[in-house]
């Protein structure tokens, strides 16, 4: 099974300011034949179902802020969001969804404001 | 819109079987896999399997072998989950998922979850 490990497990962030997270899968999750990442971000807010962010590592899902980016390659990756609002308190996962099944996820990052 | 909608919440006794349903609309219910993902109380997200409602094959994670089973009604347009031999150990909010494209496993959307509780 592809092993997703994500870092850090949580970090606080001013307002207006930089927040990153980390992923890194145990194998490439780039297909050589169509040159695409499988792999996805997800929003959890408390109570609520995750939110898909972002698809192919860097394609955001249609209505998703733009302050939300992804990028990487192979094996390492990263969500960025450019300028950090209340409203995206939140824990964050990555998904790997390469070739076949089991679809693994990492640990999850926790994201608060400082 | 693209929505599923999931069964209410269930307490069931050690040793029993709970049955979680999700149903589907805004969307052709047979194009899509439905994939089920559960999340114990402040822990992390564990995909539990995926189930195509156009044959209705499924597939599951090693760890739910033999325990659970998914499956569809077409007619309806609901997928359903059901884990047997329950433990306190399965007490977690359960979530359906759509695939998020034919062929690809994203996940969009999901289901507001369906909170499965296990206590004698």
């Not at chain 2, 999700?22 to 539990?48: H, P």
């Not at chain 2, 995926?50 to 569809?72: D, H, I, L």
């Amino acid at each position: 099974d592809i092993v997703m490990t994500q870092s850090p497990d949580s970090l606080a962030v001013s307002l207006g300011e930089r927040a990153s997270i980390n992923c890194k899968s145990s194998r490439s999750l780039l297909y050589s034949s169509n040159n695409k990442n499988y792999l996805a971000w997800y929003q959890q807010k408390p109570g609520q179902p995750p939110k898909l962010l972002i698809y192919w590592a860097s394609t955001r899902e249609s209505g998703v802020p733009d302050r939300f980016s992804g990028s990487g390659s192979g094996t390492d990756f990263t969500l960025t969001i450019s300028s950090l609002q209340a409203e995206d308190v939140a824990i964050y996962y990555c998904q790997q969804y390469y070739s076949t099944p089991p679809w693994t996820f990492g640990q999850g990052t926790k994201v608060e404001i400082k | 819109q693209v929505q599923l909608v999931q069964s209410g919440a269930e307490v069931k006794k050690p040793g029993a079987s709970v049955k979680v349903s999700c149903k589907a609309s805004g969307y052709t219910f047979t194009s899509y896999d439905i994939n089920w993902v559960r999340q114990a109380t402040g822990q992390g997200l564990e995909w539990m399997g995926w189930m195509n409602p156009n044959s209705g094959n499924a597939g599951y994670a090693q760890k739910f072998q033999g325990r659970v089973t998914m499956t569809r009604n077409t007619s309806i347009s609901t997928a359903y989950m059901e884990l047997s031999s329950l433990g306190s150990e399965d007490t977690a909010v359960y979530y359906c998922t759509r695939a998020g494209s034919p062929v690809h496993n994203w996940f969009a959307p999901w289901g507001q979850g369906t909170l499965v509780t296990v206590s004698s």
